[in-house]
């Protein structure tokens, strides 16, 4: 049994108690016990689309879950689930602007050597130190235009993050350090960026950008810099930098290639003009799956952070309606030329998205992958050391069978799986497993259509890593 | 209608006078009966780590501590207080995108460096807009 400290104002809707006392092996759990008992508590604690709002922290006796394994995090009898509010707040809803009217000795001493190009000057800086850049991600694009940008002299940066910098980011984002891992990024990029720069001013925006908090967010700055991984974050940041009339400084990457683009700058195109629909989820893999070059978001972040300083001083032909491509293995450098779509739901003629709509649903993410008759890692084990009658089947690729592979499990990777289903016997129970849980989830759907009994180890190699075999690598 | 005790009332004023120019902030650690009452004002750190003259940020931790020195005297946390230097008592946006609406939330408004005048706040889940509470000291 844990015990669970109910806040004073909440006690209301949990039967006036200051305690509760409840039964479950994780923390998610116990809030499920909680709310289940005390269906009041539900509103108060989760939002709409059933997340913790973003004011409400969860603790295990003195640790935040976040830091621990979230929802996952196990609890043992005597163990105390807190539930802590977030709390900041000030004076003013935009700070002070820095004094821009000038530049001090240590400033003009720090910048000397863009103070001596005529295209930059004592003017440019000014307008470097009045500008304000937001970077949605501290990641792999997020690293290097957090150094440089910093390094710029740009007076106001805001970062967008809520992640903490774990030890497969290194390879990459180079903003963080060894020493970082566990941290929040925002506060490792911050203090980094600080340590260059201390004359810029950071701002940590410590939340997953929505359509409820957008707005507020970007509405402040001049310029965004769009270093997000997935497709409901970028249709999200260019929708909103539409309605907001904002240049959209793009990025992404993938293995060895990259683009870069402005969207969303006086009359070019946008997001939306060059991709209309997002592909089909699952076709398009992200870097967590199809693996990239750690040098790659280095040169396309570089590129993005050129860009936001050329807008800033208005100087050269910004990237403006022309896509450029760049494939790392050829050393080659192309360029597509992008047009408005006066038909663009968001920025053409007869705009039919006037504000921002829920973007998981338009990228065809249902919330929670189907979970009926998932299996969790620990129960294959059971089943293995039971003898049970099944065949494991892990469809993630060869060399990712070779970083690592559960003993038993026979691999037939996603790809060839439909070619390969007369390997597989129809009256024998399949489990299927890859790294996270999403291809075996497809691989599921394929052999169930082809008849076949088949289930989804939830959590992939990584949670049989947790769970069951810490001696497993994760990836 | 919440009523701050004088000890109380005391601390708070003092602590918003000694930390300015910057903000402070801290805990109202008190009773809920017919009325809010404020008997304890625990100062907590402002651990905003930009300029700490127009924000300020409470870490979950300390307010855990609250929680538990709140409970240990047989108390509860009943709402937060910080202070404004040199603007008024108002409750800004960022206050209110950064707020809890389970609490009640008083504002010190400081000038150069005395008390000027205060209010409280009561905000909506949703972080959409924040009523006045009648406030007493």
Redesign the interface.
Known sequence: MAKV?I????RQYAGKQ?SVELSGSTVGEVLNALTTQHPDLRR?LYNDQGKL???V?V?LN?E?IRYLEKDATPVKDGDTV?I??????????A??EPAVAELSKDEVLRYSRHLIMPEVGAEGQLKLKAAKVLLVGTGGLGAPLGLYLAAAGVGRIGLVDFDVVDFTNLQRQVIHGTSDVGRKKL?SA?DRMHEINPFV????HEVALSSENAL?ILKDYDIVVDGTDNFPTRYLVNDACVLLGKPNVYGSIFRFEGQATVFAYEGGPCYRCLYPEPPPPGLVPSCAEGGVLGILPGTIGLIQATETVKLILGIGAPLVGRLLLYDALAMRFRELKLRKNPECPVCGDHPTVTKLIDYEQFCGILKPVTTEGDIDPTEVKAKIDRGDSFVLIDVREPHEYQICSIPTAQLIPLGQLPQRLDELDRDIEIVAHCKSGMRSARAVDILTKAGFHARNMKGGILAWSDRVDPTVPKY | MIRIEPDAWRDMVAHAQATYPH?CCGAMLGS?TDEKTVRIALPLENA????R??????R??D??RA?REA?SRGL???G?Y?S??D?DAYF????????????S?VVLSIRNGAFHHANSWLPD?E?TKAEREELTY
């Open positions: 400290l806040p004073t104002p909440l200051d108060q709002r973003s004011f922290n603790y003195d935040d807190s802590v509010p977030s709390i900041a707040g000030g004076s003013v809803a700070p002070p506060d911050a001013r950071i701002d940590k507020g | 903000e809920i905003y780590t930009g300029e003259g127009s924000r300020y940020e409470l979950p931790e307010l855990l929680d409970r509860d946390v009943i937060i910080h404004h230097p603007c800004s946006e960022t206050d209110l995108k950064n707020s809890c609406p389970w609490y939330f889940a972080q």
